[in-house]
Every structure is written in structure tokens, then in C-alpha cells.
């Protein structure tokens, strides 16, 4: 039992890791993209991000056919159901987490995950 509780917490921690790095590599992304000074074409400023998370498997099955585009991608990296390294993704898997182990976390930490 106690191993099931620390499993549960270390990826309770782990997800959230994720999400947040995931989301810290959207904004570098994005503010290096307001400041350079070079026109870069789109799929060139956004692909990198898909092979920095192995993501691009996941993006061409979920895309199709589609290029790669700003709002695509970004899409994919927040909000994507099927890719499992979204920000969506891993709060999900997160608050699941969290839920097997709600009696071990606080109180403050459940409602923080549940607003979130």
C-alpha cells in the first residue's frame, strides 16, 4: 500500500512537471518569436518544439496531411486529447493521480488541483 501512495505521488509530481515545462517552452518559443529579427518560415519556428517533447509521430497522425502552423501546434501542445505529453494530457493524468491519494495531500493541494 505504501508503494502504491508513493507511486502516485512522485507522477502526481512528475505531470505537473510536465505541464509546466511544457508550457515554459510555449512562451520561450513564443517571446523568441517576437523578438527575432529573421522571418523564418512557420513550420521552421514550430517544429522544434514537436522534437524537444517526441511529439512529432503525434502531431503527423493527429494533423494528417495538415503543415505545420503556429495555432496547430500550439493547439496540440495545450489542448490535444490524443497527444499525451499536451498540457491538457498530463493535468488530467495529474489530477488522477492525485484523487488515488487525496486522503495523503492536502486540502489546499486537492482544490488547487481541482481549479486547475
Known amino acids: 500500500m ?3 501512495i508513493a507511486d502516485s505521488i512522485y507522477w502526481m509530481s512528475r505531470y ?6 511544457t508550457a515554459r517552452l510555449l512562451e520561450i518559443n ?3 518569436l517576437l523578438e527575432a529579427e529573421d522571418a523564418l518560415p512557420v513550420a521552421t519556428q514550430w517544429k522544434p ?5 517526441a511529439s512529432e509521430a ?9 503543415a505545420i502552423t503556429a495555432g496547430r501546434v500550439v493547439q496540440f501542445m495545450t489542448g490535444e486529447r490524443s497527444n499525451p505529453n ?4 498530463s493535468l488530467r493524468l495529474a489530477r488522477e493521480n492525485a ?3 487525496r486522503d495523503r495531500i492536502s ?7 481541482n481549479e486547475t
Open 2 to 4: 505504501l508503494s502504491r
Open 16 to 21: 505537473l512537471e510536465r505541464a509546466g515545462n
Open 30 to 32: 513564443l517571446t523568441y
Open 49 to 53: 518544439l514537436l522534437a524537444i517533447t
Open 58 to 66: 503525434a502531431y503527423a497522425q493527429a494533423a494528417g496531411s495538415d
Open 86 to 89: 499536451s498540457i491538457r494530457s
Open 99 to 101: 484523487r488515488v491519494v
Open 107 to 113: 486540502k489546499e493541494m486537492w482544490e488547487s488541483m
